[in-house]
């Protein structure tokens, strides 16, 4: 069993504690994260309500130079979303924007949401699918 698989295990069970602790040990044997690692362990905080630590494992993340996809940000947008966070979920998509990801309908329902909650009616009208209309 890899440390990919039990950390992704401990997210389905919403035991962010315990992803996290694996991560640490997995980096203590010296081996390497992938952007599959980074994204179980940012949807266990996802899951877990910790929009923090979800932050933080993705800054890890881009100090590592592992990119970043779709759903990466898709699990930031949502633990985001999850905490009230819209300021962070907006900030989220700007970077996604700027390093060329492009989103899906998931990206897309999720910052209508948080831009709905925000009051943020300016932005609300920037999101939009790159297909819609």
């Known amino acids: 069993i890899t ?11 919403g035991q ?3 992803a996290l602790k694996m991560f640490e040990v997995m980096k203590e044997d010296n081996v390497e994260p992938d952007t599959i690692t980074y994204n179980a362990l940012i949807s266990a905080c996802e899951k877990g309500g910790q929009w923090k630590e979800a932050l933080k494992v993705w800054e890890d993340m881009k100090e590592a130079g592992i990119p970043a996809n779709v759903i990466t940000y898709n699990a930031l947008v949502s633990a985001c979303e999850k905490g009230d966070q819209w300021e962070e ?10 390093v060329g990801v492009r989103g899906n309908a998931a990206t897309y329902r999720m910052l209508a949401r ?12 920037e999101i939009k699918a790159p297909d819609a209309r």
């Open 3 to 13: 440390y990919s698989t039990l950390i992704s295990a401990f997210e389905k069970e």
């Open 89 to 98: 979920a907006l900030k989220v998509w700007q970077q996604m924007k700027a």
């Open 16 to 18: 962010w504690e315990e």
């Open 114 to 125: 948080v831009s709905e909650r925000g009051s943020q009616w300016h932005t609300a009208r």
